[in-house]
């Protein structure tokens, strides 16, 4: 590494932590994909294979970024937003992961269940997430993040109302008790998710609106 090049990454003027956060939105987006695919072929049995594999990849970027806040005089981003939005991302395939295992051990009892509404949802909002973190490094105008923060708040809310939908149904008495109470963790599940990419939206937004 030449002197110039060791000086910009020490005083945090390459795109270090730009590249890294947004490999971790990408890899999230890859587990949501992953999900989206378990639930959309129920006839054929799921593996938990490659959710394992995207929650690993997105462990070692969350690392990847501690050691290089150690490394780093300097940073693009206070520290502070830089660690949170890491957590915040990680939790979106470590909670995609932990349905896989669930949706797994219940699938002969759910693969009549139509999942699709909250899926669809949870698409929009993990593919809002990584436009977010991508505007970090354009410096986008704070106005564009509001909307985009105001857009997975709002894909939030249908969630929660596709979720009471599906929660009066199981309440209706028409299903069998061990299917609602495998049901109910699941959709919460679901619910999960799409909080965790509501998370990692306010935490872009609130790193922006301090640069504002």
Do not use: W
């Not at 993040?145 to 979720?163: F, S, T, W």
């Amino acid at each position: 590494m030449n002197m110039k090049k060791a000086l910009r990454r020490l005083f945090g003027q390459d795109d270090k932590f730009f590249d890294l956060l947004e490999a971790s939105a990408v890899e999230a987006q890859t587990s949501v994909q992953l999900l989206a695919q378990m639930i959309r072929r129920p006839a054929q049995l799921p593996t938990l294979d490659e959710f394992i594999l995207s929650r690993r990849k997105d462990k070692r970027i969350t690392e990847n970024i501690t050691e290089e806040l150690c490394r780093t005089f300097v940073t693009p981003l206070e520290r502070e937003d830089i660690e949170a939005l890491s957590i915040a991302l990680y939790k979106i395939p470590k909670n995609c992961e932990k349905f896989g295992e669930k949706y797994l051990l219940c699938h002969a009892q759910i693969r009549d269940i139509d999942f699709s509404d909250q899926v669809r949802l949870l698409g929009d909002a993990v593919t809002t997430v990584v436009q977010m973190v991508s505007r970090l490094r354009t410096k986008s105008h704070l106005e564009t993040v509001k909307d985009d923060n105001d857009r997975l708040h709002h894909l939030e809310g249908q969630a929660d109302k596709v979720m009471l939908t599906l929660i009066q149904d199981l309440y209706s008495g028409k299903h069998d008790p061990l299917k609602v109470i495998i049901l109910l963790d699941l959709y919460e599940m679901l619910e999960r998710i799409i909080d965790r990419c509501r998370d990692a939206g306010n935490v872009v937004f609130q790193i922006v609106l301090k640069h504002s």
